[in-house]
């Protein structure tokens, strides 16, 4: 992983169907974590309201302006019936927002997300000679994967890792015997023809 840049996220592109893991590192000292860990208003910080009354804080680089994926590879981007929502539980108004605090007998912070998690469900549809990937669903979710812990003498400066992730999970068809004539598919397109897509 490279290092994070303070003034814009980063981005990373995506193949279909493949599982991809990229970050990047924030070298802080003890009193820098700290004041990452408790402000609400820091330049490495973005917010963002859950359920009308709490605010959401979390590092900069774990932004993600994506919110649809196309279901099919020709996915119209005007038709917005051809694209699924990325869910994610910051959308529930009862979310509850984890409380941030900083440790200091152990230099730790929790509460602090640093993975950005994306899990993708797909499977094939169509012809069983020539069938069609089909997205099913897709969620993102932030959690706490690499640990904040400054552990070096407190004004050396200490990476941390920020992880954005994406998993792909395969739902094998249940293929049966269809009777009624299918209907007339006027061309047919690669699975991935609007793969990748970027992750910033």
Partial sequence: AGKCDSSSPTGSVVGFATDVYVGCTQSMTRRQLKEFCTSNEHPMLLRRKVGGTENFVYPKWLESGHDFLGIFGNADPLDRRQWVKIESPLDDPGYMVKTRTWV??????????????????????????????????????????????????????????????????????????????????IFSVPHDVFYPFELG
């Fill in 104 to 185: 200091d007998t152990e230099g730790r912070c929790h509460g602090m997300p640093t993975r950005l998690r994306y899990e993708i469900l797909w499977t094939y549809v169509g012809n069983v000679v020539k069938p069609q990937a089909k997205i099913l669903s897709a969620r993102k979710s932030y959690d706490n994967g690499p640990i904040l812990r400054h552990t070096l003498p407190s004004l050396e400066k200490q990476p941390f890792a920020f992880v954005t992730t994406v998993s792909w999970k395969f739902l094998r068809p249940e293929y049966g015997v269809v009777k009624k004539p299918p209907p007339t598919l």
